[in-house]
């Protein structure tokens, strides 16, 4: 009946779990989220109640609803073994993904039965707004998952995390939450030139609550190697090295550490030791790519004739594990943009083209993101397709997105240089004073921009745009 039906959707609505926290597929390649998280169900058998609740949810998303029950089965067995004498209230969540997808497998009868497990539990604790569930373990595993949707979702993360701390501070779990998202969001501000958050007390304070977790432990290695402090941050890279010498969650950030410090042959050989595990790890094999990539700049840097057969074969390799890992995660942008970047330098610019479009052809693209791609393609466009008209016009595009981000203060550069290469040569036309006037003003070099405005207007006097510029510059001087 269609009251029942009514109620029971309001109630499906009330709870907390993958269905209502907003997880959008197209925001993530699903089978590479499926491997990641099979992977991890290995390796950190303490979350596997959360992983195995994220599984269902995938399965369910990519369509196969018994596959979806299976794990949700598995996750309703890792909360008996994991507390054996207490309740887990993660199994909150599972319940809530059981009753959701029996709802989609029109199982009305079953669906209501778990929401019913979900409400019995839940009388004794105070609940908030519309009656939804507020316990610190719920908002902990749903700042997990969001973490794994990509980095659309870390605001939220960071916000679920930081509730479920003001209700357990000292909680080693939540701790590692917050670290590992503050760490992840320091990346992006720094690519914006935003001031940088601060993740460097909360991966110490996880690391102290924890002395066992390793992956937080090389996270920590790598931020106070960005912080310039080397020596201390390899410590912590050795002493989880030592502790988890096997685990490929370790070696994958030691590895990084190492190509980072210019140990490449050390980096390599802690990424062949942990491919050996997971074999199909996009993120290995990115990393095996940029090794390979670090190999072959080093070797042209280092002599004007570099031995064309070993060129080759460094080209060779950083494309065989990138082309992997973009196979393996489709929307793994940076590795389109050095894959397409190492075709480039091995003079396959068709699969360097195809590449960059691509990467450009991603649907979760961050406005970083596509100014790095126009910085990237205008250099393509320049030094090896000899086309200074189209890497103007690259350069201009990322330009226009007007957010500050490193990517786009490498444009103006570029563009800048470029462009007064262009005129010292005496090949400058009206254009590209016009376009050098805009660079100048955007980069606060208001007298330059004046100049090239007006020298502008002497090759071609009519032109409003450049007029227009020219009045406003004056007046906002």
Known sequence: STISMNSLKSSLLKLECHFTWALLKQDVDLNHLEETTENQVEFFAESNITNYNLLSYVCHLKGSNEEALRNLQKAEEAAQKNNPDGFDWRILVTWGNYAWTYYHMKRYEEAQTYISKVENSCKNLSSGAQGKIQLPEIYAEQGWALLKFGEKYYERAKDCFGTALRNEPANPRFNAGYAIVMYRLEEFSRRR???????????????????????????????????????????????????????????????????????????????????????????LHHQMGLCYKAKLWRLKKATKYPPQAQVEELIRLAIFHLKIAIDQKTVFFSAHKD???VYAEGKRYEEAEETFKKAFDISILSYDDKQTYYYYYGNFQLFHRKSESEAIRCYLEGLKIEKESYARNMCIKALMKLLECRIRRGSGNAADFGTLGLVYN???????????????????PDNDEYLSALCELRLSI
């Open 193 to 283: 030139c935003q001031d940088v958050s601060p993740s460097l007390q909360p991966l110490k304070r996880a690391v102290e609550l924890n002395p066992k977790n390793t992956f937080i432990m090389v996270l920590l290695g790598l931020k106070l190697q960005d912080l310039k402090q080397v020596d201390e941050g390899e410590r912590y890279i050795e002493e989880a090295m030592q502790i988890n010498p096997d685990l490929p969650y370790v070696q994958r950030y030691a590895a990084k550490f190492y190509r980072r410090k210019g140990e490449l042959d050390k980096a390599l050989e802690i990424l062949k030791k942990a491919l050996e595990v997971i074999p199909k790890s996009s993120f």
């Open 339 to 341: 894959l397409a970047n």
């Open 442 to 460: 955007l980069d606060g070099e208001k007298h330059k921009a004046i100049e090239c405005y007006e020298e502008a207007l002497t090759l071609c």
